[in-house]
């Protein structure tokens, strides 16, 4: 992509769509081109909306599953909306600059990318629509009253924070700040003091006098839904009653398993600006040394791309190695079908406001440092984004008498970018995922020759290839699982005396594999290349001037074909 060159796309991403227009935009592209689109509807939700799938490919140069596949999505979790509209810019930005931009017209022509641009859409349209913040849909599981439960009691369309004087408060007033809090100290005896809940209502519940939360009642987590690693809800809450017990989650499943072509997946949620990559349920050190270090060097592009953190989910983003969440969609993929996916945790205001979290040592998230950090991120907003924060103002509630409600918009200052952040955040994930893209196995036929070796007999070579930075295999935890399938190279055209009319050759390795290094005084080597080669011979009985057709086909790689006359 050259350097400035600006990004050019049909619909602006300046907001956040509702349901209509992200399925009026995608029915124009399905219109406007629609040689290169299919729409589909991959599954209808509880409330009668469509969980899109679009799928983008050159239908002239083949069909979709002959070619390598990938895959992107976005919104599993209601709030993660910035995940549908990168999803959507990406689309948008291919379909646009299709037949413009050399690259993108090379991708589509010799690949299939199938993007699910919004997964709860049920969830996503409760987010934007009311002041509610929901995980992933608003359909009642395992509900349990009692607590404050989260309302917008001023009517600004939002939901803040609301403060409560009370003696047993462990919050007061900053004296340095008074818009923010800090925590009172163990001599903190006398003053004014508070509790802080989301503003709300009081659901009455037996038991202590004390407050709480209330449990949330729309508490399904979609990626707690998936196979590999399911838990019940007592060890994983969320889960489900079992595994892909949602209607959006079988799904995504279903469509993956009936594409077979898709060889790399991108998942996109908020937030923290991390490339997470598997495995989640095991140290990564466990997981086949290639794979790790292919995936490092992916995510490390998607680090030059938006600058995000690539992270083991495992060693270094979960908090409990006991007690892991697990359930998600990127280990189903990775450690299931063997094809390296990708949790995408876009926007990340912390670094924004230079208070960064620190992931790889959790000892050093110090209580002051966490609140350095939310002073930071007031300050921020009320720089850069002031629509999405307000004052302390005092509010008489129905059930404590005065209040005070005040803070931030969450939605748009933690979850997600401001809107007028959000266009730069989706640029940059749509370069990353053309590179993503462009790392998928390739297979070619190198070379196609035939020498007579007799009257009448003809030995035939190919040379079979893999051009991809993955090997058609994608990764050894697809071998570890047996899921890998071998290249198949078919002869046709004249009569075959050795050799077989279909030969499976097994694997083709890509470049990631080659041994590389500068080891050797100071020179750069290549130690070993990597086996991306083989080479299948025929010998065959036919006429002068015939002409025989050798295919190189594999599900992850493509096919392609080489003719030679005899």
């Avoid at 596949?69 to 689309?91: C, F």
């Avoid at 809800?233 to 077979?260: C, M, W």
């Avoid at 280990?331 to 996916?341: E, L, R, S, T």
């Avoid at 999405?388 to 931030?408: L, R, S």
Wanted: charged share 25%; proline share 6%.
């Amino acid at each position: 992509m050259i350097k400035g060159f600006v990004m050019k796309t049909t619909f602006k991403y300046d907001h956040y769509y509702k349901y209509d227009e992200l399925k009026s935009n995608l029915k124009h592209f399905a219109a406007t081109y629609p040689d290169l689109v299919d729409l589909d509807v991959n599954c209808v939700t509880e409330e009668g909306r469509n969980q899109y799938v679009v799928t983008i490919t050159n239908k002239k140069t083949g069909g979709a599953l002959s070619k390598p596949g990938w895959y992107l999505d976005g919104n599993i979790h209601a709030g993660e909306v910035t995940g549908s509209m990168a999803a959507m810019y990406t689309v948008d930005y291919m379909l646009t600059n299709y037949g413009e931009d050399p690259e993108i017209t090379k991708l589509v022509d010799e690949m299939t990318v199938y993007v699910i641009p919004r997964v709860t859409p049920d969830g996503a349209e409760t987010y934007l629509t009311t002041p509610k913040t929901l995980r992933s849909v608003n359909r009642e599981y395992m509900s349990k009253d009692g607590g404050v439960r989260d309302e917008d009691l001023d009517g600004d369309g939002v939901v803040r924070m609301m403060r409560i004087k009370t003696p047993y408060g462990a919050w007061k007033i900053d004296p340095k700040r008074p818009d923010s809090m800090m925590l009172r100290d163990p001599g903190d005896s006398e003053g004014t003091f508070y509790d802080i809940y989301p503003e709300g209502v009081l659901i009455p519940y037996d038991g202590s006098e004390n407050l709480k939360m209330e449990k949330d009642p729309w508490g399904l987590d979609f990626n707690r839904n998936f196979p590999l690693g399911w838990f019940p809800d007592s060890r994983q809450p969320g889960a489900g009653k079992y595994p892909l017990s949602n209607i959006e989650t079988k799904a995504i499943v279903d469509f993956v398993l009936a594409h077979p072509n898709i060889g790399g997946a991108a998942i996109g949620h908020t937030s923290g600006g991390l490339f997470l990559y598997p495995p989640g349920t095991r140290p990564s050190k466990s997981a086949p040394y290639n794979d790790i270090k292919s995936m490092i060097a992916i995510a490390n592009m998607g680090k030059e791309e938006l600058g995000y953190v690539p992270l083991n989910i495992f060693d270094s983003f979960m908090s409990d190695q006991s007690q892991y969440d697990s359930g998600a969609l990127d280990d189903w993929f990775y450690q299931v079908q063997g094809i390296p996916a990708y949790t995408v945790e876009f926007w990340d205001l912390d670094s924004k406001v230079g208070v960064p979290y620190n992931w790889f040592d959790r000892s050093k998230e110090t209580p002051e440092l966490q609140m350095k950090r939310f002073n930071a991120c007031i300050d921020w907003v009320k720089d850069n984004a002031p629509e999405y924060y307000e004052d302390w103002t005092a509010f008489e509630h129905p059930v404590f008498g005065e209040v005070e409600i005040g803070g931030f918009n969450y939605k748009f200052t933690h979850q997600n970018p401001p809107g007028k952040y959000l266009t730069e955040e989706c640029e940059k994930d749509a370069k990353f995922n053309l590179r993503f893209m462009k790392a998928m196995p390739k297979l070619n036929i190198d070379s196609l020759t035939s020498e007579e070796v007799g009257d009448g007999l003809y030995k035939v070579t190919a040379i079979v290839g893999n051009l991809g930075y993955l090997p058609t295999n994608l990764t050894d935890e697809a071998i570890n699982q047996h899921v890998d399938k071998p290249v198949k190279v078919s002869f046709k055209g004249g009569e075959i005396l050795s050799g077989k009319e279909t030969e499976e050759i097994g694997n083709l390795s890509g470049y990631s594999r080659t041994v590389t290094g500068a080891f050797f005084y100071g020179n750069l080597t290549t130690e070993e290349n990597a086996p991306a080669r083989k080479k299948v011979v025929w010998l065959v009985k036919a006429k002068k001037g015939t002409e025989v057709t050798v295919t190189a086909s594999q599900e992850k790689a493509g096919i392609v074909s080489a003719s030679v006359v005899l």
